[in-house]
């Protein structure tokens, strides 16, 4: 019989009625969130769970000991629901049981007090869900959704890399022409990575308020490093105590978007000048390797972010006069209008025999009309414009007549290039036309050459080939990473010369580098359809099916994810109030899921390769974004109201000239932590050979990231956002920066496994870079440190990190 009970002498009453109320409360949510999700067809879990804690909430305060009872089935009912519906993944399990258990848990402490269980069986039970939790806790710190290799997978025999010769500098940013960052370098090995210490630290002294991001991969030549801040100023600095040579300031402004990914080198003493100028090129200085008293032998090449190319003498920072006027050309001749702030090169200039390519970002999603997307070769000796690509205009090779333009707003080359010399083809990542979201009045060119690869002749500037990623894209899936050329074993085991390009999209092509043709299986498949009034879609997109995808899995109401049960309902509710359909759910008037988000994927980190056993080595976020098209007369009222401007990457975008702008955030929960499961990113080795996935291991842990923003301290490997990209090694090792939390790690390029890290003084998300100094034969990792993108904490660091000197 279900009667009161009196309270146990000297037990307060006021703590059963307390622990009445946090059912109480526990329960109305649960109830209330758990009938809008039923509504919407989602799960009954948490209406019915929540019914159940009311009545538990309400006889623990009137102190029935059924209350304990009611409290058990929602503890049984919840741990059947979980494993039934994500099995045993650690981290979907976590907000699902933990609350719970700790509710039962103090459930069963308070059960003598209502006579619902003896005190030794209640507190015994009581003990052992404390020890799970417990071992729950402590599994938090251990990685989960790992993925190690397979005895036949790490036994694949190693394919000789595309360019075999050993080069001792790092002089472009992916260390060579062919873009996959392999240093073959094994004085740091798996052995020893361990002693690993600090050698030197350079303070670059820049401005790290406003919207400025390093980002800067520097680049090494013989025993001089060269680096450059967001705002274009030039160091260089002793390559074996970090002490500066000298620094140049280009004076460089821009309102927003402050990047410097690199910069370049040319040896001008060492290249025969041989392009010929474009006709009716601007004049420029006869070509000249040297002046008479032997400055600008060698050079730094380097644009900015108030669209200038310029060159300064690689030994004194001084401008090389010979090249283009007083050292500088103006990028945007030809051009048209370029107000500031809308066009430059954030990632390196790309130097290719005696030639500079540029290519440029630009700020996209504000209107349409913005400035050309053309990529131009000048000469790499006098600055003379040599060739254009005008998607837009492919008969225009030089520069525009007078009183023209290149064609506008056509997709853009932001990224970086790889080049094949032997082939002579240079390999272009492209974007997409602005704005992204709307493509209802896209030009052909715009068509055909969004969010591709595309092979230009070195020489003349001429395509002769291309591969679209995906088709008119409304989702801004433009190629953000460089290329990696890598030759790969063929049907009869012969080398085929490969291009591999990673994508937002987590799709990974490998295609044939002489004409484009995949050479790992591509399929057009149908995607969902119903584009807003005035727009259309393509019927289908490309999957790259014969290599691994990378965090590109549809998503369903159960991978909706929150710390606790309460953020993760609001996820599922919310979840199920958007439009989606998996990949490609188009933009619309109302609220639509995009997964893979816009942030990638993968992104201009771009990817590795570990050249000793032909593995693809890359780093991904997991990152999905809610977008909604808003009518014009709405954009222009809340633009307005909030008097003008527009963002480019989050918020509202105007895009100018079409019927919308387009809203674009973050699917976030309300303690601001992604709504879906994690790991939020990754590091992934894929065989090239067996294109099979070896290994993989979330990358970052929450210790300088948490919810609402707030520094947890736990160093819980849940695998966060990443950005920048891998550097691998002869010694095997795949040295990484680009997490949430402030450290440089070391990983075993075979496995995965963890065997260093080196706490840095803030975040970064450059990638590093790897040399041996040709003065004390010592093997240097530097990267350069300057916060990232997800935390407040800035820096403007560089850090080399070597073995301690021998004795």
Known sequence: MNVPVSPRAGSPRWLLVLFGIVLLLCGAAFAAGGARLASLGGSWYYLGAGVLLLLAGVQYARRRPSALAWLGLVFVATVIWALAEVG?????????????????????????????????????????????????????????????????????????????????????????????????????????????????????????????????????????????TPHNVVFALNADT??????????????????????????????????????????????????????????????????RLMQVDAKTGTPCASFGHNGTVDLKAGMGQVDPGFYFQTSAPTVMRDLVIVGGWVWDNVALGEPSGVVRAFSAHTGALVWAWDMGNPALTGEPPAGETYTRGTPNVWSTPAFDDKLGLVYLPTGNATPDFWGGTRSKAAEEYSAAVVALDIRTGRERWKFQTAHH????????????????????????????????????????????????????????????????????????????????????????????PF??????????????????????????????????????????????????????????????????????????????????????ATQ???????????????????????????????????????????????????????????????????????????????????????FLRALDASNGDELWKARLPVGAQATPLTYVSPASKRQFVVVSVGGTRGSPDRGDYIVAYALPKAN
């Open 88 to 228: 045993f993944d650690f981290w979907q399990l976590f907000p699902r049981v933990v609350v719970i258990a700790v509710l039962t848990m103090f459930g069963l402490l308070l059960a003598p007090r209502i006579g619902a269980l003896g005190a030794k069986p209640a507190y015994g039970a009581a003990g052992l869900l404390f020890v799970a939790l417990l071992g729950t806790l402590g599994l938090a710190f251990v990685p989960h959704g790992v993925t190690r290799p397979s005895a036949s997978i790490a036994a694949a025999a190693p394919t000789a890399p595309a360019d075999a010769q050993p080069v001792a500098d790092w002089q472009y940013y992916g260390r060579t022409p062919n873009g996959t960052r392999f240093a073959p370098f094994d004085q740091i090995n798996k052995t020893n990575v361990k002693q690993l210490e600090v050698a030197w630290t350079f303070r670059t002294g820049r401005d790290t308020k406003g919207s400025s991001e390093d980002q800067n991969t520097p680049i090494q030549i013989g025993d001089t490093v060269y680096a450059c």
């Open 242 to 307: 970090g002490e500066q040579r000298w620094k140049f300031d280009p004076q460089a402004k821009s309102p927003l978007w402050q990047r410097c990914r690199g910069v370049s080198y040319f040896d001008a003493a060492a290249t025969p000048a041989t392009a010929v100028p474009a006709a009716g090129a601007s004049a420029a200085p006869a070509a000249v390797a040297a002046s008479a008293d032997g400055s600008c032998a060698q050079r730094i090449v380097m644009t900015t972010i108030d669209s």
């Open 473 to 564: 894209d409304l989702w801004d899936y433009d190629v953000p990473s460089q290329p990696a050329l890598y030759d790969v074993r063929g049907k009869d085991g012969s080398p085929v010369p490969a291009l591999i390009q990673t994508t937002k999209r987590g799709q990974i092509f490998m295609l044939d580098r002489r004409d484009g043709t995949p050479i790992a299986e591509v399929q057009e498949k149908p995607v969902p359809q119903g584009a807003a009034e005035g727009d259309h879609l393509s019927p289908t997109q490309p999957y790259s099916v014969g290599m691994p995808s990378i965090g590109a899995n549809k998503l369903t109401e159960a991978d909706m994810w929150g710390t606790t």
């Open 567 to 652: 953020d993760q309902l609001l996820c599922r509710i919310a979840f199920k109030q958007l439009r989606y359909e998996g990949e490609f759910t188009p933009p619309g008037l109302t609220k639509s899921l995009q997964y893979p988000g816009f942030y990638g994927g993968m992104n201009w980190g771009s990817s590795s390769i570990d050249e000793r056993n032909g593995l693809l080595i890359v780093n991904d976020m997991r990152v999905p974004q809610v977008v909604q098209l808003i009518p014009r007369d709405e954009t222009e009222r809340r633009i307005a109201a909030r008097k003008g401007g527009a963002d480019g990457h989050a918020g509202l």
């Open 656 to 742: 100018t000239g079409t019927p919308y702008g387009a809203d674009k955030n973050m699917f976030m929960s309300a303690l601001g932590v992604p709504c879906h499961m994690p790991p939020y990113g990754a590091m992934t080795a894929i065989d090239l050979n067996t294109r099979q996935i070896v290994w993989q291991v979330p990358m970052g842990t929450v210790k300088d990231t948490g919810p609402l923003g707030l520094r947890t301290g736990l160093s819980m490997p849940i695998g966060m956002p990443t950005l920048g990209g891998p550097t691998t090694t002869q010694g095997g090792l795949v040295f990484f920066a680009g997490t949430q939390d402030y």
